[in-house]
């Protein structure tokens, strides 16, 4: 499995922006993705997740009525559409994934799959 995050930038509070995530993958199967982030000097966090259906969304608490995950199965691409940004989703965001129809999985340890991060930068 191979993931190729794409879409950051550089805007201006309020903006919208939002973030592509290309999975590649060699067997037909369902899995999971989901997004992090890692702003400077914290720890990683969990941003939103789709399940493979897509029937199942869940967002972290500082993105969720502002942030919206949605996939396209057939271009095997997840988007995270980020409005209202604030200063504070500055970080590079990466896509993840993990084999498997389920949700709930929030924790970075939870996914075996990951792309290069793109940075999201927020000016005030």
């Known amino acids: 499995v191979q993931l190729q995050a794409s879409g950051g930038g550089l805007v201006q509070a309020g903006d919208s922006l939002r973030l592509s995530c290309t999975v590649t993958?060699?067997?037909?199967?369902?899995?999971?993705t989901g997004w992090f982030r890692r702003a400077p000097g914290k720890e990683r966090e969990f941003v939103a997740l789709i399940t493979w259906s897509g029937d199942n969304t869940e967002y972290g608490d500082s993105v969720r009525g502002r942030f919206t995950i949605s996939k396209d199965n057939d271009r095997n691409t997840v988007f995270l559409q980020m409005n209202n940004l604030v200063p504070e989703d500055t970080a590079v965001y990466y896509c993840?994934?993990?084999?498997?129809?389920?949700?709930?999985?929030?924790?970075?340890?939870?996914?075996?799959?990951w792309g290069h991060g793109t940075l999201v930068t927020v000016s005030s």
């Open positions: 993840a994934a993990r084999y498997g129809p389920g949700g709930g999985y929030t924790f970075a340890d939870d996914y075996h799959y």
């Open positions: 993958i060699r067997t037909f199967s369902s899995y999971v």
